[in-house]
């Protein structure tokens, strides 16, 4: 068993077990989002909230969340075991990403990647009632006036996005390192 993963190991892990297009742009938004908050908050270990970021939905196509949604999360530390990697951190923090399997997010590296899950998601909500469906064409303004219409991508858990500020990000700053950093990856998610 390994205890350290490197961001090649963690995409051809990614690329093994899911394989639908819009899961895997999603697990790369949340990796570029994690990415830009390891900068801030833990700049030494960049490359491991990345992982945790682009590995949080591992069980996606293979756990039976649809019946259980407590599997999602848990499914995942499994597939990791099984491939030979036992990082107990990385495992606690892909669980506490979904409350419902019973962990609450607690550490900074927890609350970071609980934030940025459903964020990617809303970004690229506001994204597409632009005309160009481009996040280069997002301003920051519309992420936080859409954020207070709850209709608006209803499905984007806003207390999830909010644990941000637990770490002391505002969410106003936490909107523009989300954008910034799906800008940066724009082609690579189609965005």
Not at 53 to 77: I, K, Q, Y
Not at 105 to 122: I, N, Q, R, V, W
Not at 130 to 155: H, L
């Amino acid at each position: 068993m390994s205890d350290t993963m490197t961001r090649e190991q963690a995409n051809e892990l990614l690329h093994k077990y899911v394989k639908g297009e819009n899961y895997i742009t999603h697990s790369y938004a949340v990796e570029a989002i994690m990415r830009a908050l390891a900068r801030r908050l833990d700049p030494e270990r960049e490359e491991f909230w990345a992982c945790c970021g682009l590995l949080h939905d591992l069980d996606e196509e293979t756990a039976n969340w649809r019946v259980d949604f407590a599997s999602h999360g848990p499914v995942s530390c499994q597939i990791l075991r099984d491939n030979g990697f036992e990082i107990p951190e990385m495992e606690e923090a892909i669980k506490a990403h979904n409350p419902i399997c019973g962990k609450v997010a607690k550490t900074t590296l927890e609350l970071a990647l609980l934030a940025a899950d459903p964020m990617s998601g809303f970004v690229k909500a506001v994204a597409q009632i632009y005309p160009d469906k481009k996040v280069a064409s997002v301003k920051p303004k519309s992420i936080r006036k859409r954020f207070k219409e709850t209709r608006f991508a209803a499905g984007a858990n806003r207390q999830y996005m909010m644990a941000i500020e637990e770490v002391g990000i505002p969410f106003d700053d936490f909107a523009e390192i989300a954008l910034q950093a799906m800008v940066e990856i724009a082609d690579e998610i189609g965005l």
